[in-house]
């Protein structure tokens, strides 16, 4: 299998954070064999750092075991999807919340950075830009989670699973999407810098709602494609 000629990476944190970027922005969909021999070879890596990367991702849900076939990447269900993002748009509005009131100076500066860079792939289209999305969107509602300087919250945000990024929905008719999603962000950064903590939470639940919305259907037909 190959992963898109990504450089070598070396220790088992560094395979587990490859592999789990892959799985969210898409490029290793649903369904997918992964084979530890495979990857290995491609991360420039022994299998032992791929045997826990695969343990961890399992553990995360974004992996599961199958008989006979080994690792693969897990299907999401309809009724996974509501829960995983329920939870989401709970905790992390929450979150936001918080944030509004007691985030510094340098993480609102670095939200609108990413905000900007997150503009550049409103029309991507390819794996290598809708991965990079997928992380400059995951690293925005990292600083704002951890802006709300609850240790439990922060905690219990990182243990839900994130829901992976539907390549073929994001082929089809992602880029209204994103140009939407983006704005949200847009939203959320001037309810953060007025303080307005109802906003704020406001903004965040919206945000997580509407991504809900828009994913839904993708998942709704792969279900009854089953």
Do not use: K
């Not at 084979?35 to 791929?50: F, N, Q």
């Not at 936001?96 to 007691?102: H, K, P, R, S, W």
């Not at 001037?190 to 965040?204: I, K």
Request: glycine letters at 6%; hydrophobic letters at 45%; zero cysteines.
């Amino acid at each position: 299998m190959r992963l898109g000629g990504e450089v070598a990476v070396t220790g088992g944190q560094n395979t587990y954070a490859t592999l789990r970027g892959r799985i969210l922005s898409g490029d290793l969909p649903a369904n997918a064999t992964l084979r530890e021999a495979a990857l290995a070879e491609e991360l420039g890596v022994s299998r032992t750092p791929i045997r826990e990367a695969l343990r961890r991702l399992d553990e995360a849900g974004l992996v599961e075991f199958v008989p006979n076939r080994g690792a693969t990447v897990v299907a999401w269900t309809a009724d996974a999807l509501r829960e995983t993002y329920f939870l989401r748009a709970t905790l992390e509005s929450r979150a936001a919340g918080l944030a509004a009131e007691l985030i510094g100076e340098a993480d609102l500066e670095r939200l609108a950075v990413l905000i900007e860079q997150m503009e550049a792939f409103v029309r991507a289209t390819d794996d290598a830009g809708i991965s990079r999305l997928s992380e400059l969107n995951a690293e925005f509602h990292h600083i704002v989670v951890a802006a709300s300087q609850s240790t439990q919250l922060i905690a219990l945000a990182a243990s839900v699973t994130r829901v992976p990024m539907m390549s073929s929905y994001f082929r089809r008719d992602g880029a209204r999407f994103r140009a939407v999603s983006n704005h949200h962000h847009r939203d959320i950064l001037t309810a953060l810098r007025s303080g307005d903590t109802v906003w704020a939470e406001v903004a965040m639940r919206s945000h997580i709602l509407a991504a809900r919305n828009a994913v839904a259907p993708t998942v709704a037909d792969a279900d009854a494609d089953r």
